[in-house]
């Protein structure tokens, strides 16, 4: 099934997934209704309308509603129509109960009565690509009583109009044709005969997000744009057991950090996800100080379960690092309850206010007297001020209109406590309590999404929504800051916090001073202790415009300067209300108590709030409290710095010169964070590679004393199994056999001129036919040409491998017939003699080890048929995960996220949502990439050869030859499109810089990736990995060790490509090997792995010219083939601590220890001021070299370049030395060198040949351009990115916040690395801080 296109509109509706052609009704026929009496044919009872429902047309879909109306008892009303904007073609429309909404304003002043009761009934559709209607939602419920009465729309209308349908004869008598199809995007995944309350019931127990088309890519690209772009940023995703995306959770930096200033009090808004959105959002919410919306996290889930929003607000917690709100202010779900109530179990959770008091038209407008019972409901909510007032309203209302049986109002009741505001007055709210008639707290996304509104849409308008609020308070601070409100009064409250509160909270406290005015009488009732109680009395507006005299009452304590009103509003609002004023004015109090004074209202409140977490109260091991402290004193640091282009200019000096001092703090080598044994080889099991396999584990226990084959439930055969023994081979398989019910035979075995068998062919018994010899006998023919069987071969580990595998056979099996076949009597070794027991061999047990072996390429001997398994594994589309490996890559980058602001992760998934490819890169990686990039190997090991983790790694070589990660990939599969999309999202990870060479193995899907994705990258083969596979891949021939020494000769030791021919095309016709296929892949490839043909490719080192010469896995020692993805995640840290290390201690070395020399050769001395110590131990190599360097001479002048020829005495295999001829070119003008040998670009210095020449030449020292800086050691290198902000406007200040934040990101990232920056960090943090106070102070 595939997702359909959404229709060219402005206004879309969501689509639905049809099943190729329209499924049928049950009776296999579509169901036909008669248009004129609207009864379906053949039955008494009308089908319902249900999602997935097709029609034909569109007055189709309108005469079918129509009959069920009619048939049910209400009439039909077209609520909305979409249409095209060229063709004015309809392409969508909503049908609803005439008792839907409300009338409108201008028509409640008419004398006729209000008939319409805010019925939600209805049903919505849109027209497919079939050009069918599809019906895509259905509410069937309706909120009044429904009857027989002959309405309007009953009547004979067509197309939804008003204007009347003419009859004919045509029409007369029509029929519609029904279908049913599968709509799984609108929430019935799939059941063509549900009804609503089924989709809903369905809908609550979801376990996959709904994705339509595009979707996914939308999700990817935004995540990792906002990774790339936007330091700090965070986010999550929850897969459920089957690998499918369920939940995503997301939080910018700008919403971090508002979540430490404004996270005491959160909405929870669910409205897209509840009422079904086609983006199925859940945003949390606060109030800044400046009372503005503030977003504090997006999710996105799959259904409205506990399990997601437990999921949800876990992930968001982790972001606060444990923080929980006072207060969350959700709608009413149990769901929601039940996860606020195990994941926040100390905030107050309170339901919504404005949300019920929304609902009380569709839930109560179906009431006779409608109006009096909602003028009740408001009084009693609004307008009570105790419990026992309430509870008395309460009780009138459902008892005078004879309601205390409805449902909804129960049940209202039974959760009063946590709504009421009565019962709320101890619960601080900030304002967003909606504790007063009128008011509202507009969403944050509010004409941003509609029930319409797609995901990909959404994403886009993400950004736009944030950038607006974003400006919004940046706004609102400069005004606030720059201007003084006007004072309407001469009350000192109102001067006091004139100076102090933003100007929108201003506004909102002077409204209450305004209204102490309306206050005429404050009177002290009564004394108890040293609190005095007061009434105030207020005139307030009643019903009818009438003014109303209400009594509050005033508790005052004048000792502890606390003041409360029993109307709560400081809670609810933030600030004291009027008849609190009026008491403190009353009792001479010319100011606010400052307890009363709320910090998150101040103007400054963001420059000058830090949550107390001091150096003595962070924990020295805990990377995340070094953060989280250092992040937070850096927000203030930004904050104060943006206000003025003069604040600005200070903070970015400031941040430089920090910048420099944390650099010059060096590690401690004894840092508790930082200490990596280098002496200890890392904990690894070497026999995991090994098991032994008996009884219920699978093996057989092969032989018994009575010659039968012992043992239950044989594995079955697979490529890349291994055995000890040819016999272990032939046992397991004999075993497999009469498990299943056949018998075996030995169709083929290969042996060497030494008789050593190294191959072999396991057969069924009925494989191939009777010779022609056999077949004029008068026995008659059993076999059949079965094709099952199993090859194996002799591998270098002295081990046998399965090599090919064909399980299916074309005769019958069956183990339970009994039948008794030769190879099952007791025999060894899979021929006729038989096998000669002693008492220790009795009872034997193979041992089976487990390697998978798969050339990429197909380029196995001819023996080696891994078509079959190729195509398997090719077709992965999703990423095999085993129990818990979900969770720890959840644990892993949830942690990494919150003390790593730069950390990128991205995922892949395929159409069905659920994961296919997952890519990640640490901070440090992505810096080191600026360094290191030039040459990259791509390592595919463990993904080629089946390992437990399908790991990709991005390596490079850092200043002292070391390995350096730069960036790790798990992939479903060796497939082109995933590994093109792990080279993107790698490349997008480094800003579309692409190294100047890739080093890969050989494999034709990885060559057409690197293509595509890398078109101008220099693409080579991995020649270690190919001479590796020399055993392996010709250790069968006859003459091996010949073979191998021709090969060697002629890779390591051609000076030019023309020498590599000849002696290739030597090596293949003396021993008749041209036809190998193996070997003609390879020369086919040879411009690609040969040194000879690489010399004009700088490759650093990275590329072995010497035999024997390997290129070592970076995570050699930490995984191997049966480390499970959680354990490897554990030991990745270390792994990555352990290199830091190391280069750590190398810089230590060189900067610090004076390099020993073995010559006096004027080069040597100049490099050992400037390399490492392990690159000039390799160059000193080539110095020693020269020695052996002997009659270099000038062989040819051709203008400003000379030809030198230099003679070399080389070690060649079998301990034998040879006299090399080396020709250098060198100009002396340009002071250009240039040997044959290429060493300068394969390594990276020059070769001993160049250096005879200079050292002829009278030169002293080595030509700069052949000193490369990413060898020196006078470099300083900072692996911390620097987020440019080239052409920002300074005179912006949400430019200049946005580029203050990024330049002090590097700080931060710099003092998280050790217990000593850290402590530097944030003394230079202050010190900051103070320089900005003091321009503050000069304004």
């Given at each position: 099934?595939?997702?359909?296109?959404?229709?060219?509109?402005?206004?879309?509706?969501?689509?639905?997934?049809?099943?190729?052609?329209?499924?049928?009704?049950?009776?296999?026929?579509?169901?036909?209704?008669?248009?004129?009496?609207?009864?379906?044919?053949?039955?008494?009872?009308?089908?319902?309308?249900?999602?997935?429902?097709?029609?034909?047309?569109?007055?189709?879909?309108?005469?079918?509603?129509?009959?069920?109306?009619?048939?049910?008892?209400?009439?039909?009303?077209?609520?909305?129509?979409?249409?095209?904007?060229?063709?004015?073609?309809?392409?969508?429309?909503?049908?609803?109960?005439?008792?839907?909404?409300?009338?409108?304003?201008?028509?409640?002043?008419?004398?006729?009565?209000?008939?319409?009761?805010?019925?939600?009934?209805?049903?919505?559709?849109?027209?497919?690509?079939?050009?069918?209607?599809?019906?895509?939602?259905?509410?069937?419920?309706?909120?009044?009583?429904?009857?027989?009465?002959?309405?309007?729309?009953?009547?004979?209308?067509?197309?939804?109009?008003?204007?009347?349908?003419?009859?004919?004869?045509?029409?007369?008598?029509?029929?519609?044709?029904?279908?049913?199809?599968?709509?799984?995007?609108?929430?019935?995944?799939?059941?063509?005969?549900?009804?609503?309350?089924?989709?809903?019931?369905?809908?609550?127990?979801?376990?996959?997000?709904?994705?339509?088309?595009?979707?996914?890519?939308?999700?990817?690209?935004?995540?990792?744009?906002?990774?790339?772009?936007?330091?700090?940023?965070?986010?999550?995703?929850?897969?459920?057991?089957?690998?499918?995306?369920?939940?995503?959770?997301?939080?910018?930096?700008?919403?971090?950090?508002?979540?430490?200033?404004?996270?005491?009090?959160?909405?929870?808004?669910?409205?897209?996800?509840?009422?079904?959105?086609?983006?199925?959002?859940?945003?949390?919410?606060?109030?800044?100080?400046?009372?503005?919306?503030?977003?504090?996290?997006?999710?996105?889930?799959?259904?409205?379960?506990?399990?997601?929003?437990?999921?949800?607000?876990?992930?968001?917690?982790?972001?606060?690092?444990?923080?929980?709100?006072?207060?969350?202010?959700?709608?009413?779900?149990?769901?929601?309850?039940?996860?606020?109530?195990?994941?926040?179990?100390?905030?107050?959770?309170?339901?919504?206010?404005?949300?019920?008091?929304?609902?009380?038209?569709?839930?109560?407008?179906?009431?006779?007297?409608?109006?009096?019972?909602?003028?009740?409901?408001?009084?009693?909510?609004?307008?009570?001020?105790?419990?026992?007032?309430?509870?008395?309203?309460?009780?009138?209302?459902?008892?005078?209109?004879?309601?205390?049986?409805?449902?909804?109002?129960?049940?209202?009741?039974?959760?009063?406590?946590?709504?009421?505001?009565?019962?709320?007055?101890?619960?601080?709210?900030?304002?967003?309590?909606?504790?007063?008639?009128?008011?509202?707290?507009?969403?944050?996304?509010?004409?941003?999404?509609?029930?319409?509104?797609?995901?990909?849409?959404?994403?886009?308008?993400?950004?736009?929504?944030?950038?607006?609020?974003?400006?919004?308070?940046?706004?609102?601070?400069?005004?606030?800051?720059?201007?003084?409100?006007?004072?309407?009064?001469?009350?000192?409250?109102?001067?006091?916090?004139?100076?102090?509160?933003?100007?929108?909270?201003?506004?909102?406290?002077?409204?209450?001073?305004?209204?102490?005015?309306?206050?005429?009488?404050?009177?002290?009732?009564?004394?108890?202790?040293?609190?005095?109680?007061?009434?105030?009395?207020?005139?307030?507006?009643?019903?009818?415009?009438?003014?109303?005299?209400?009594?509050?009452?005033?508790?005052?304590?004048?000792?502890?300067?606390e003041v409360r009103c029993i109307c709560s509003c400081f809670n609810f609002c933030g600030y004291l209300c009027r008849h609190a004023l009026c008491v403190l004015n009353f009792n001479g109090v010319e100011e606010i108590p400052s307890k009363y004074i709320l910090s998150r209202w101040k103007k400054d409140y963001k420059r000058l709030y830090v949550p107390?977490?001091?150096?003595?109260?962070?924990d020295v091991v805990d990377r995340i409290q070094w953060f989280n402290q250092l992040y937070r004193s850096a927000l203030q640091v930004v904050e104060e710095g943006a206000i003025s282009l003069d604040h600005y200019k200070v903070a970015l000096q400031a941040f430089e010169e920090s910048l420099n001092r944390v650099h010059e703090v060096e590690e401690k080598?004894?840092?508790?964070?930082?200490?990596?044994?280098?002496?200890?080889?890392?904990?690894?099991?070497?026999?995991?590679?090994?098991?032994?396999?008996?009884?219920?584990?699978?093996?057989?226990?092969?032989?018994?004393?009575?010659?039968?084959?012992?043992?239950?439930?044989?594995?079955?055969?697979?490529?890349?199994?291994?055995?000890?023994?040819?016999?272990?081979?032939?046992?397991?398989?004999?075993?497999?056999?009469?498990?299943?019910?056949?018998?075996?035979?030995?169709?083929?075995?290969?042996?060497?001129?030494?008789?050593?068998?190294?191959?072999?062919?396991?057969?069924?018994?009925?494989?191939g036919f009777k010779k022609k010899s056999e077949a004029n006998r008068p026995r008659p023919e059993t076999r059949t040409g079965c094709p099952a069987m199993i090859k194996f071969r002799l591998m270098e580990n002295r081990r046998w491998r399965i090599i090919e595998v064909e399980l299916d056979h074309n005769h019958l099996i069956s183990p339970a017939s009994?039948?008794?076949?030769?190879?099952?009597?007791?025999?060894?070794?899979?021929?006729?003699?038989?096998?000669?027991?002693?008492?220790?061999?009795?009872?034997?047990?193979?041992?089976?080890?487990?390697?998978?072996?798969?050339?990429?390429?197909?380029?196995?001997?001819?023996?080696?048929?891994?078509?079959?398994?190729?195509?398997?594994?090719?077709?992965?589309?999703?990423?095999?995960?085993?129990?818990?490996?979900?969770?720890?890559?959840?644990?892993?980058?949830?942690?990494?996220?919150?003390?790593?602001?730069?950390?990128?992760?991205?995922?892949?998934?395929?159409?069905?949502?659920?994961?296919?490819?997952?890519?990640?890169?640490?901070?440090?990686?992505?810096?080191?990439?600026?360094?290191?990039?030039?040459?990259?190997?791509?390592?595919?090991?463990?993904?080629?050869?089946?390992?437990?983790?399908?790991?990709?790694?991005?390596?490079?070589?850092?200043?002292?030859?070391?390995?350096?990660?730069?960036?790790?990939?798990?992939?479903?599969?060796?497939?082109?499109?995933?590994?093109?999309?792990?080279?993107?999202?790698?490349?997008?990870?480094?800003?579309?810089?692409?190294?100047?060479?890739?080093?890969?193995?050989?494999?034709?899907?990885?060559?057409?990736?690197?293509?595509?994705?890398?078109?101008?990258?220099?693409?080579?083969?991995?020649?270690?990995?190919?001479?590796?596979?020399?055993?392996?891949?010709?250790?069968?021939?006859?003459?091996?060790?010949?073979?191998?020494?021709?090969?060697?000769?002629?890779?390591?030791?051609?000076?030019?490509?023309?020498?590599?021919?000849?002696?290739?095309?030597?090596?293949?016709?003396?021993?008749?090997?041209?036809?190998?296929?193996?070997?003609?892949?390879?020369?086919?490839?040879?411009?690609?792995?040969?040194?000879?043909?690489?010399?004009?490719?700088?490759?650093?080192?990275?590329?072995?010219?010497?035999?024997?010469?390997?290129?070592?896995?970076?995570?050699?020692?930490?995984?191997?083939?049966?480390?499970?993805?959680?354990?490897?995640?554990?030991?990745?840290?270390?792994?990555?601590?352990?290199?830091?290390?190391?280069?750590?201690?190398?810089?230590?070395?060189?900067?610090?220890?004076?390099?020993?020399?073995?010559?006096?050769?004027?080069?040597?001395?100049?490099?050992?001021?400037?390399?490492?110590?392990?690159?000039?131990?390799?160059?000193?190599?080539?110095?020693?070299?020269?020695?052996?360097?002997?009659?270099?001479?000038?062989?040819?002048?051709?203008?400003?370049?000379?030809?030198?020829?230099?003679?070399?005495?080389?070690?060649?295999?079998?301990?034998?030395?040879?006299?090399?001829?080396?020709?250098?070119?060198?100009?002396?003008?340009?002071?250009?060198?240039?040997?044959?040998?290429?060493?300068?670009?394969?390594?990276?210095?020059?070769?001993?040949?160049?250096?005879?020449?200079?050292?002829?030449?009278?030169?002293?020292?080595?030509?700069?351009?052949?000193?490369?800086?990413?060898?020196?050691?006078?470099?300083?290198?900072?692996?911390?990115?620097?987020?440019?902000?080239?052409?920002?406007?300074?005179?912006?200040?949400?430019?200049?916040?946005?580029?203050?934040?990024?330049?002090?990101?590097?700080?931060?990232?710099?003092?998280?690395?050790?217990?000593?920056?850290?402590?530097?960090?944030?003394?230079?943090?202050?010190?900051?801080?103070?320089?900005?106070?003091?321009?503050?102070?000069?304004?």
């Amino acid at each position: 099934m595939e997702e359909e296109e959404a229709s060219p509109s402005n206004d879309q509706l969501p689509e639905g997934k049809c099943n190729g052609e329209a499924l049928k009704e049950r009776d296999s026929g579509p169901t036909e209704l008669d248009g004129q009496n609207g009864l379906p044919e053949g039955k008494k009872e009308f089908v319902a309308p249900a999602v997935g429902m097709e029609f034909e047309s569109y007055d189709d879909a309108y005469n079918y509603y129509n009959c069920y109306a009619k048939e049910v008892g209400f009439r039909v009303r077209v609520k909305n129509s979409w249409f095209k904007r060229n063709s004015r073609e309809k392409y969508g429309a909503v049908l609803c109960c005439s008792s839907q909404g409300f009338k409108r304003i201008k028509d409640v002043n008419r004398l006729r009565k209000e008939t319409r009761t805010g019925c939600p009934a209805m049903i919505r559709m849109r027209v497919m690509d079939s050009k069918r209607w599809r019906v895509l939602e259905v509410t069937l419920e309706h909120n009044h009583l429904l009857g027989a009465k002959i309405y309007k729309s009953i009547k004979k209308m067509g197309s939804g109009t008003k204007r009347k349908l003419q009859s004919s004869s045509d029409a007369e008598v029509r029929t519609i044709k029904l279908y049913r199809a599968l709509v799984i995007d609108a929430g019935v995944n799939g059941n063509p005969n549900s009804n609503a309350r089924e989709v809903r019931n369905f809908s609550e127990h979801p376990n996959q997000l709904n994705l339509r088309k595009g979707d996914s890519q939308a999700i990817y690209n935004y995540l990792c744009r906002m990774q790339l772009t936007n330091p700090n940023f965070f986010y999550l995703m929850d897969l459920n057991d089957e690998g499918h995306l369920r939940n995503v959770f997301w939080v910018d930096s700008h919403c971090r950090a508002s979540c430490g200033y404004f996270g005491d009090v959160i909405y929870i808004d669910n409205t897209c996800l509840s009422n079904r959105y086609e983006t199925p959002l859940v945003a949390l919410v606060g109030i800044n100080h400046h009372g503005q919306t503030v977003l504090l996290g997006c999710g996105l889930l799959a259904g409205e379960t506990s399990e997601s929003y437990t999921w949800l607000f876990k992930a968001w917690l982790t972001c606060m690092s444990g923080q929980c709100p006072q207060t969350i202010i959700t709608d009413r779900c149990k769901a929601l309850q039940n996860a606020i109530a195990e994941v926040f179990p100390k905030s107050n959770h309170r339901f919504s206010l404005l949300h019920i008091m929304k609902k009380v038209p569709e839930k109560l407008g179906g009431l006779r007297n409608y109006d009096a019972i909602r003028k009740t409901f408001v009084k009693a909510v609004y307008e009570t001020l105790k419990v026992i007032e309430f509870e008395a309203a309460w009780g009138f209302m459902v008892q005078h209109f004879g309601i205390t049986d409805h449902e909804w109002l129960r049940s209202l009741y039974e959760d009063r406590a946590r709504w009421a505001p009565v019962y709320l007055k101890d619960i601080f709210f900030a304002g967003m309590s909606s504790s007063r008639p009128g008011e509202n707290v507009s969403p944050f996304f509010e004409k941003y999404v509609h029930k319409q509104t797609p995901v990909k849409e959404f994403l886009d308008k993400y950004e736009l929504a944030l950038q607006k609020k974003h400006k919004e308070e940046t706004l609102a601070d400069i005004e606030s800051r720059n201007s003084s409100p006007t004072l309407r009064t001469r009350c000192s409250f109102e001067l006091q916090l004139s100076k102090l509160y933003t100007r929108e909270i201003f506004k909102r406290f002077q409204f209450e001073v305004e209204e102490m005015y309306s206050c005429f009488s404050t009177t002290q009732l009564h004394v108890d202790g040293p609190i005095i109680i007061f009434l105030v009395k207020e005139r307030v507006l009643g019903e009818g415009n009438r003014r109303e005299i209400r009594d509050y009452e005033v508790l005052y304590n004048r000792t502890a300067s606390e003041v409360r009103c029993i109307c709560s509003c400081f809670n609810f609002c933030g600030y004291l209300c009027r008849h609190a004023l009026c008491v403190l004015n009353f009792n001479g109090v010319e100011e606010i108590p400052s307890k009363y004074i709320l910090s998150r209202w101040k103007k400054d409140y963001k420059r000058l709030y830090v949550p107390d977490q001091g150096f003595n109260n962070v924990d020295v091991v805990d990377r995340i409290q070094w953060f989280n402290q250092l992040y937070r004193s850096a927000l203030q640091v930004v904050e104060e710095g943006a206000i003025s282009l003069d604040h600005y200019k200070v903070a970015l000096q400031a941040f430089e010169e920090s910048l420099n001092r944390v650099h010059e703090v060096e590690e401690k080598q004894d840092s508790p964070m930082d200490r990596v044994s280098l002496n200890t080889d890392p904990v690894v099991d070497d026999d995991a590679d090994e098991f032994e396999i008996e009884g219920d584990c699978g093996i057989t226990e092969c032989i018994g004393q009575s010659g039968v084959i012992q043992g239950e439930n044989p594995l079955p055969p697979a490529v890349g199994m291994e055995f000890e023994s040819y016999e272990d081979v032939y046992y397991f398989y004999n075993c497999y056999a009469k498990e299943q019910g056949f018998g075996v035979r030995v169709s083929n075995t290969w042996y060497r001129k030494s008789k050593e068998r190294y191959r072999g062919k396991l057969s069924c018994s009925s494989a191939g036919f009777k010779k022609k010899s056999e077949a004029n006998r008068p026995r008659p023919e059993t076999r059949t040409g079965c094709p099952a069987m199993i090859k194996f071969r002799l591998m270098e580990n002295r081990r046998w491998r399965i090599i090919e595998v064909e399980l299916d056979h074309n005769h019958l099996i069956s183990p339970a017939s009994g039948k008794f076949y030769k190879s099952h009597k007791h025999i060894g070794l899979g021929t006729k003699r038989a096998l000669q027991l002693d008492g220790a061999d009795e009872v034997k047990k193979i041992k089976l080890f487990r390697t998978v072996v798969i050339d990429v390429e197909g380029n196995e001997s001819a023996e080696l048929s891994d078509g079959e398994f190729r195509t398997t594994s090719s077709k992965s589309n999703q990423l095999r995960l085993k129990e818990g490996d979900a969770q720890a890559v959840h644990n892993y980058f949830s942690g990494l996220q919150m003390t790593d602001p730069n950390f990128i992760y991205v995922v892949d998934l395929n159409e069905k949502g659920c994961l296919r490819n997952l890519f990640w890169i640490d901070a440090r990686s992505r810096a080191a990439y600026g360094y290191f990039g030039d040459v990259v190997v791509i390592d595919t090991t463990c993904l080629t050869y089946k390992y437990e983790v399908p790991l990709v790694s991005f390596v490079g070589v850092n200043h002292h030859g070391q390995s350096v990660l730069l960036g790790c990939g798990l992939l479903a599969g060796e497939t082109i499109e995933s590994y093109t999309w792990l080279f993107r999202a790698w490349l997008t990870c480094m800003l579309g810089r692409p190294p100047q060479a890739i080093i890969t193995d050989q494999c034709r899907t990885l060559q057409a990736a690197v293509a595509d994705v890398f078109p101008r990258a220099s693409h080579c083969l991995s020649l270690s990995c190919i001479m590796q596979k020399v055993p392996e891949k010709l250790g069968e021939l006859y003459e091996f060790e010949a073979i191998r020494m021709a090969l060697n000769n002629a890779v390591y030791y051609s000076l030019r490509p023309e020498e590599f021919e000849a002696t290739w095309e030597d090596m293949v016709n003396r021993h008749g090997i041209r036809d190998h296929i193996w070997l003609q892949t390879l020369y086919e490839d040879r411009r690609r792995w040969v040194p000879v043909y690489l010399k004009e490719t700088s490759l650093a080192g990275m590329f072995p010219t010497r035999p024997n010469e390997v290129m070592e896995s970076f995570f050699d020692g930490y995984l191997d083939k049966r480390t499970s993805l959680k354990e490897f995640l554990d030991k990745y840290e270390q792994a990555l601590q352990e290199n830091h290390q190391l280069e750590t201690l190398a810089d230590m070395d060189s900067r610090n220890s004076g390099f020993t020399m073995k010559s006096r050769c004027y080069f040597e001395l100049q490099l050992a001021k400037l390399y490492t110590n392990n690159i000039l131990r390799e160059f000193e190599r080539e110095v020693e070299g020269m020695y052996s360097c002997f009659g270099t001479r000038q062989i040819n002048v051709e203008g400003q370049i000379m030809t030198y020829m230099v003679r070399e005495q080389i070690d060649v295999e079998a301990n034998r030395r040879e006299t090399r001829d080396f020709e250098v070119l060198y100009n002396a003008t340009e002071m250009e060198v240039l040997c044959v040998c290429g060493l300068f670009n394969l390594r990276g210095y020059l070769c001993r040949h160049a250096l005879s020449v200079l050292h002829q030449n009278g030169m002293e020292e080595i030509p700069p351009q052949y000193i490369l800086s990413r060898w020196r050691k006078d470099i300083k290198r900072s692996y911390v990115l620097n987020h440019s902000c080239g052409g920002i406007d300074v005179n912006n200040p949400v430019h200049r916040y946005d580029h203050l934040y990024k330049c002090i990101m590097q700080v931060v990232e710099e003092g998280r690395k050790s217990q000593d920056r850290y402590k530097d960090t944030v003394q230079a943090l202050d010190e900051i801080l103070s320089k900005l106070h003091l321009v503050q102070g000069h304004l």
